[in-house]
């Protein structure tokens, strides 16, 4: 069983931060990625950041200069770093960890967390 803990989401004001983590326990093979998307009312899940094992990153364009993804393989965590936020980065927030052993790949989602951003 594999579980997923997000953590940071909250209420901010436009223009300020906040900080996302999420930990992956449980029997997980070799992670390959990790990751977060979100998801608006209305809209389908999107990619926000990405990291691979080899620290690789990818951004949405919408996030670039704003959003920071980190991960910490030793603690199976990555995090996310928002600054500058705006009232269109209003989402649930996952967290997603692809593993991986042979051909064999999981993807793994977290519950999700609220981030709200007033103007």
């Known amino acids: 069983q594999v579980q997923l803990v997000e953590s940071g989401g909250g209420l901010v004001q436009a223009g300020g931060s906040l900080r996302l983590s999420c930990t992956a326990s449980g029997s997980i093979f070799s992670i390959v990625a990790m990751g977060w998307y979100r998801q608006a009312p209305g809209k389908q899940r999107e990619l926000v950041a990405i990291?691979?094992?080899?620290?690789?990153?990818n951004y949405a364009d919408s996030v670039k200069g704003r959003f920071t993804i980190s991960r910490d393989n030793a603690k199976n965590t990555v995090y996310l770093q928002m600054n500058s936020l705006k009232p269109e980065d209003t989402s649930v927030y996952y967290c997603?960890?692809?593993?991986?052993?042979?051909?064999?790949?999981?993807?793994?989602w977290g519950q999700g967390t609220q981030v709200t951003v007033s103007s």
């Open positions: 997603n960890v692809v593993s991986a052993s042979g051909s064999y790949s999981v993807n793994y």
């Open positions: 990291i691979t094992g080899g620290r690789n990153t």
